[in-house]
């Protein structure tokens, strides 16, 4: 079991940049690959990033790439989602979630186990 906690989320202007964090506790972090998505309101929770166990292996969906940068740090059993450049329709709840599985970068948040709470972005015009 792994226990999941956002944080960083908040009220940006367009073009500005947040840093989303992700702490975990509970079994060894580097043995669960990790992904984002994002919900916003009426709409299915869609994909936004995922990152291998050591952090050597990232995938974006293609609305948030170039502009959208995670990272891990294991020592600190947290990881990271970099927001920059963002637009009106980032806004969402994001969250972040967890897989022990033996491959990583899954798209479909029905392959994740493990879920935190969600944070809150948005994102005025």
């Known amino acids: 079991q792994v226990q999941l906690v956002e944080s960083g989320g908040g009220l940006v202007q367009a073009g500005g940049s947040l840093r989303l964090s992700c702490a975990a506790s509970?079994?060894?972090?580097?043995?669960?690959?990790m992904g984002w998505f994002r919900q916003a309101p009426g709409k299915e929770r869609e994909f936004v990033a995922a990152?291998?166990?050591?952090?050597?292996?990232?995938k974006y969906a293609d609305s948030v790439k170039g502009r959208f940068t995670t990272s891990r740090d294991n020592a600190k059993n947290t990881v990271y989602l970099q927001m920059t450049s963002l637009k009106p329709e980032d806004t969402a709840v994001y969250y972040c979630?967890?897989?022990?599985?033996?491959?990583?970068?899954?798209?479909?948040?029905?392959?994740?186990?493990?879920w935190g709470q969600g944070t809150q972005v948005t994102v005025s015009s």
């Open positions: 979630a967890a897989e022990a599985r033996g491959t990583w970068g899954h798209v479909e948040a029905d392959e994740y186990s493990y």
């Open positions: 990152i291998s166990w050591s952090g050597g292996g990232t």
């Open positions: 509970g079994r060894t972090f580097s043995s669960y690959a």
